[in-house]
T-cell receptor
Framework: DAGVIQSPRHEVTEMGQEVTLRCKPI?????LFWYRQTMMRGLELLIYFNNNVPIDDSGMPEDRFSAKMPNASFSTLKIQPSEPRDSAVYFC?????????????FGSGTQLSVL | DAKTTQPPSMDCAEGRAANLPCNHS???????VYWYRQIHSQGPQYIIH???NNETNEMASLIITEDRKSSTLILPHATLRDTAVYYCIVRGGTDKLIFGTGTRLQVFP
């Protein structure tokens, strides 16, 4: 398996523009997670899905952020409008829950810079 | 989830064992201890996890004290490629995986 695939690898945009980050989880995995990492706040869980259904979005910073998972093989994280403080590395992860032996597999991340 | 306490940084000579401590004094009976690491500019990588027994895999060993209030991750023969931030996480059931600040391990030649 190719692992969790994220695109784009780098994104540079201007304040006010819409940004869409994409993630393809590992085939067969039931859970998908979106994390954000900054120097100041570390790794933060934004939202996660189970069987394509959003379970917990309490980490989503504000209404400018939205995430969807239209099918088991694709998810998007959208920021509209983007702001400079959204600059961060965004990671997607997936897992196959096996009781309490859950292991998350992370993608390589998307480095977002909002100017 | 129970909180964990880790030293912010550690050094280790290449070829020697790296012992990374973690305190989790408020851990509950059904909570597991997980270890992940993050090599610079990469996504976090799962290392190992355990409940109360010591665990070993191809990457590392996990030693959990009998009272489960602390644990140690052991990299038996550290290499330069083991330089990373190591996260100790306590998690129960289907709880969310919450990362703390971790320990930055520097392996030097």
């Amino acid at each position: 398996d190719a692992g969790v695939i994220q695109s784009p690898r780098h994104e540079v945009t201007e304040m006010g523009q819409e940004v869409t980050l994409r993630c393809k989880p590992i085939s067969g995995h039931d859970y998908l997670f979106w994390y954000r990492q900054t120097m100041m706040r570390g790794l933060e869980l934004l939202i996660y899905f189970n069987n394509n259904v959003p379970i917990d979005d309490s980490g989503m910073p504000e209404d400018r952020f939205s995430a969807k998972m239209p099918n088991a093989s694709f998810s998007t994280l959208k920021i509209q409008p983007s702001e400079p403080r959204d600059s961060a590395v965004y990671f997607c992860a997936s897992s196959k829950l096996q009781g309490t032996n859950e292991k998350l597999f992370f993608g390589s991340g998307t480095q977002l810079s909002v100017l | 989830d129970a909180k964990t306490t880790q030293p912010p940084s550690m050094d280790c000579a290449e070829g020697r064992a790296a012992n990374l401590p973690c305190n989790h004094s408020t851990i509950s009976g059904n909570e597991y201890v997980y270890w992940y690491r993050q090599i610079h500019s990469q996504g976090p990588q799962y290392i190992i996890h355990g409940l109360k027994n010591n665990e070993t895999n191809e990457m590392a060993s996990l030693i959990i004290t009998e009272d489960r209030k602390s644990s140690t991750l052991i990299l038996p023969h550290a290499t330069l490629r083991d330089t990373a931030v190591y996260y100790c996480i306590v998690r129960g059931g289907t709880d969310k995986l919450i990362f703390g600040t971790g320990t930055r391990l520097q392996v030097f030649p």
